[in-house]
């Protein structure tokens, strides 16, 4: 029995001559291993670095007599089998001798695997891969992917010689430091030989590349500098820029609309699409714009506001993957302002959710469309983006008690019911050049806005 007491072996098994080694330390070499058991005999064969935690091991005796002189030792001394001072547990295999069975990893082809250690997808690009590994010569095609083992990538040279003379080389070193982003302190590769003889890359991209065939197409959203985020100066990644913003709503007192999105978000520039859907029991958006330094302007003055006053509905926003949105359906979930259909406007459906009022109107953008010439007789205007932050109306004198209005330069649409409590107003004043400094509607709890109260967003 050993001082822990846990038995170093198993009284029950059949004697071999071959011995099963359990609890060795780290990385436990051949040479400690036969100085453990060289004092009962000749050691022909060991096999180290065995099990998931690569603490086990196999020595195999000249004689079975001699196994048996080991086991029996170590089970009548009070101190046990030890490898830098860790116990080591004995006990007999069920093998008769060991048999060296070579894994795919250890059979030489012209694909390695690539593990490497310490950073993450991102951190390593393709071009710093192939210029590492073409020191060795030829590289025909590289692919890079993650997983449960951490970033790795399949590359491929033109025969075994070359692959085994990179392997040689560079398993366990590191790549250079010029050659990584400051974040990453060291870069450790673990190279195998993969089963693979011919890599199938559809398409040249930051993941994937074949050095063979310049005339791969190349995948417009996965080039590298769109889609791979880059390093800012504290060492943490860029989001990746995208002209289509993701919006995440919290505190749903109200039901946010596609016409309540438009109306902030234009405030920035022309809104293209917008889609509203449900993800993980929250309610998200997706905002396109048509250029990304229009997004990102939206994103920096409009991160952690709220579209009503009092803490309701705050916005939370991150670029999307998505460049172009597929908006099929016009309703109050998705809208596609880029096509002009004003016969729209009428039919649009009603939403069957409880609404605050009508939000802020921009009265930069009235103001422009105001100053629009009118439209040759039997054209269509373009359909006027601001006409969907509220129900269509005509402007014309005496419409309401004690207004006058300007005649309007624009067709008459059919006038929609108004929500109670709600009222036009006037498309008047100028707007801030600095889009960034205005404020969210001013929306009271109850819906409505309060009187005498300026439109402005609510932080």
Known sequence: MSTSGQPQFRYTQTPSKVIHLRNLPWECGEEELVELCQPFGKVVNTKCNVGANKNQAFVEFTELSQAISMVSYYASSSEPAQIRGKTVYIQYSNRHEIVHNKSPGDVPGNVLLVTMEGVEAGDVSIDVIHLVFSAFGFVHKIATFEKAAGFQALIQFSDVETASAARTQLDGRSIPR????????????????????????????????????????????????????????DGKKNEPESNVLLASIENMQYAVTVDALHTVFSAFGPVQKIAIFEKNGGTQALIQYPDIPTAAVAKEALEGHCIYDGGYCKLHLSYSRHTDLNIKAYSDKSRDYTIPDPSLLAAQPTSGHPTAPPVWQNPAISAANSAQAPMPGGQVPSWDQTMNARPGFVSAPG???????????????????????????????????????????????????????PPYYGH
């Open 178 to 233: 010029y050659l990584l982003p400051e974040h990453v302190r060291s870069c450790n590769l673990r190279i195998t030989y993969s089963a693979h003889t011919d890599l199938n890359i559809k398409f040249q991209s930051h993941r994937s590349r074949d050095y063979t065939n310049p005339y791969l197409p190349v995948n417009p959203t996965a080039i590298e500098g769109i889609m791979q985020p880059g390093v800012g100066p």
């Open 399 to 453: 419409s309401f008690p004690g207004q006058n209005f300007a005649p309007s330069s624009y067709p008459q649409y059919s006038a929609a019911a108004m929500p109670v409590g709600s009222s036009p107003m006037p498309q008047t004043g100028q707007i801030s050049p600095n889009a960034a400094s205005m404020r969210m509607p001013h929306v009271s709890p109850g819906g409505a806005s309060l009187p005498g109260q």
